[in-house]
């Protein structure tokens, strides 16, 4: 149950981030307040808010839960979902760099879990 709680958080953070990249992309967001706060109060950075706030809520929930030296680093496991949902979702490049950075955080998170 508390892996499920896990990947519920993560997904939300996962899910939040990409409704931020959708909404920035379809706004005029521009340094001064009127743009900031249209920019905010937009339906998908406002649906963007909302998500991410539900997955920090949730997030306390994992901290309950889980050792932090094991939440967090696993926590880094939506950097590699996010890098490959911006590649399928946003046309994103996906070089042979990134996928060895993101081979990294992968062997990093195994040997954590594993060390548990």
């Given at each position: 149950?508390?892996?499920?709680l896990?990947?519920?958080?993560?997904?939300?953070?996962?899910?939040?981030?990409?409704?931020?990249?959708?909404?920035?992309?379809?706004?005029?967001?521009?340094?001064?307040?009127?743009?900031?706060?249209?920019?905010?109060?937009?339906?998908?950075?406002?649906?963007?808010?909302?998500?991410?706030?539900?997955?920090?809520?949730?997030?306390?929930?994992?901290?309950?839960?889980?050792?932090?030296?094991?939440?967090?680093?696993?926590?880094?496991?939506?950097?590699?979902?996010?890098?490959?949902?911006?590649?399928?979702?946003?046309?994103?490049?996906?070089?042979?760099?990134?996928?060895i950075?993101?081979?990294?955080?992968?062997?990093?998170?195994?040997?954590?879990f594993?060390?548990?």
């Open positions: 149950m508390k892996f499920i896990l990947l519920f958080s993560m997904t939300l953070a996962i899910a939040g981030q990409m409704l931020f990249k959708k909404g920035i992309e379809a706004s005029t967001l521009a340094p001064n307040i009127g743009s900031i706060i249209k920019t905010i109060f937009s339906p998908m950075v406002f649906i963007a808010f909302f998500v991410y706030g539900v997955s920090a809520i949730s997030w306390l929930f994992v901290l309950q839960k889980f050792p932090l030296s094991i939440a967090y680093p696993a926590l880094s496991l939506t950097y590699v979902f996010v890098v490959i949902l911006s590649f399928f979702l946003l046309k994103e490049p996906l070089t042979s760099f990134k996928v950075g993101l081979t990294c955080i992968l062997i990093g998170v195994y040997f954590l594993k060390s548990s």
